[in-house]
């Protein structure tokens, strides 16, 4: 194939250009705030599971916790009722002025267990809370985190977004001007080459590969028509002849 040099120039603008935008592409890819969100994203979900797991204690304690004071209450009202018949006086029989009596002293037993219970159950439901409160700030510590990296990240990808957007406006521009054959054969190398299809023949050495050319590669490239696209040997990239390859 054959090209005026100044496309074949051209084609090392458009390298460039399209090099800037590959760039530009793995900067969005590598930003370091993605890393820090996926992070932060792995805390906030093991957190949030932890708080509902809190928030799931909490209320199982808050219902011992009433059932135990409700218990309370009706020990206490049992005994109300008993001490009340005793000093009535109504109840004249020994016998059953006695039984009474042990009620009462059971029943006051028995207020007194269960009102350790609530307590039992009312410093089991401060430690979870306690604990539970410390998850929530923690949870949502860490929400404010993500979400400052988010805004950050999307400034990022805005500016990134902005130059890749101002370099393919260039890029169409340089490419309009380019063979339509030159730019196809350009994309089949740059595909199959890492994104590189072009490269300056710089002091005999093709800039593609960084390799020195040999005196015989050398050789055919000085005896090639200036409108011929020569290619180098090691990396089979366009070479493209300037002042400085040193022919």
């Given amino acids: 194939m054959n090209a005026a040099p100044a496309d074949q120039l051209r084609l090392l603008d458009l390298q460039a250009l399209d090099s800037r935008i590959d760039l ?6 590598t930003l370091p705030e993605n890393e820090e969100i996926d992070r932060l994203g792995s805390r906030l979900a093991r957190l949030r599971d932890l708080v509902v797991a809190g928030e799931t204690e909490e209320s199982d304690a ?3 916790q009433t059932k135990a004071e409700q218990d309370v209450d009706q020990v206490r009202k049992r005994a109300e009722r008993d001490q009340q018949r005793l000093d009535s006086g109504h109840v004249t029989s020994p016998k059953d002025l006695e039984n009474l009596q042990r009620e009462v002293a059971s ?16 410093e089991r439901r401060e430690d979870i809370q306690g604990r539970l409160t410390k998850l929530v700030a923690e949870r949502d510590e860490a929400q404010s985190a993500r979400d400052a990296a988010e805004s950050r990240r999307a400034a990022a990808e805005a500016e990134i977004d902005t130059e890749v957007a101002a370099t393919t406006k260039q890029r169409a521009v340089i490419a309009a001007a380019v063979p339509a054959d030159l730019i196809k054969l350009y994309e089949k190398i740059r595909e199959q080459s890492h994104g590189v299809a072009v490269a300056p023949l710089f002091q005999r050495r093709c800039e593609g590969c960084r390799l020195e050319l040999g005196i015989t590669d050398l050789g055919a490239i000085r005896a090639a028509a200036p409108d011929a696209i020569v290619r180098c040997e090691n990396c089979r990239r366009i070479l493209v002849r300037t002042a400085e390859s040193g022919l």
Avoid: C
Wanted: hydrophobic share 45%; aromatic share 0%; charged share 45%.
């Fill in 24 to 29: 530009l592409a793995h900067r969005k890819r």
């Fill in 107 to 122: 029943l006051a037993k028995r207020q007194g267990d269960l009102e350790e219970v609530v307590l039992e159950v009312m």
């Fill in 62 to 64: 808050a219902r011992d």
